[in-house]
């Protein structure tokens, strides 16, 4: 197919490193797992530690249905005029946190509930032990390379 706008994306693999560093950058991801068994998003407002996404559910929140089960998480960040952005995604086995101590300690995490009403108390958290992601630049096609900063 001929390019019509004189603009061609180019579409780089992230390391690890830069995947998890991406997913600092920002406060909200998206949550997909299964709510009585159909496929659901939610999106969730996260912290991240050296090697989990920390988030707090509400003790009615359908969200309570992801412990226990295999969850994708993703975050996403791109320029409005949509020359760049980038995605990560972590897949894991999704668990709530009930350890006193390590309760305490994530708790301690500015960890605010994204939409107002009852108190996200519980603590759940992903492994970051499957993270991938892309970042997508598009360029004027003939023109060098250009670098996101």
């Not at 305490?104 to 708790?107: E, G, I, K, N, S």
């Not at 960890?111 to 994204?114: K, M, Q, R, V």
């Given at each position: 197919?001929?390019?019509t ?17 991406l997913?600092a ?8 797992l ?5 496929p ?8 991240l ?11 009615t ?13 993703q ?7 949509g020359?760049?952005g980038?995605?990560v995604?972590v ?6 946190v009930?350890?006193p101590?390590l309760l305490?300690?994530?708790?301690s995490?500015p960890?605010?509930?994204?939409a107002?009403?009852?108190r ?5 958290r ?5 993270v991938?992601?892309?970042?997508v630049?598009?360029?004027d096609?003939?023109?060098?390379e250009a670098?996101?900063?």
């Open positions: 197919m001929e390019q706008t004189g603009r061609t994306p180019r579409v780089t693999s992230l390391g690890r490193e830069e995947c998890v560093a997913l950058s920002v406060a909200i991801g998206r949550l997909a299964t709510i009585n068994a159909l659901a998003i939610r999106c969730v407002k996260f912290e530690t050296a090697d989990h996404v920390v988030f707090r559910v509400a003790p929140s359908t969200l309570r249905q992801a412990a226990a089960g295999v969850v994708a998480f975050a996403d960040d791109y320029d409005p005029s020359m760049h980038w995605w995604q897949i894991g086995l999704c668990e709530e009930t350890d101590l305490a300690d994530l708790r995490l960890l605010e509930p994204w107002l009403g009852e996200a108390d519980n603590v759940f992903v492994p970051l032990s499957s991938t992601g892309v970042r630049l598009w360029q096609v003939g023109r060098p670098r996101l900063t």
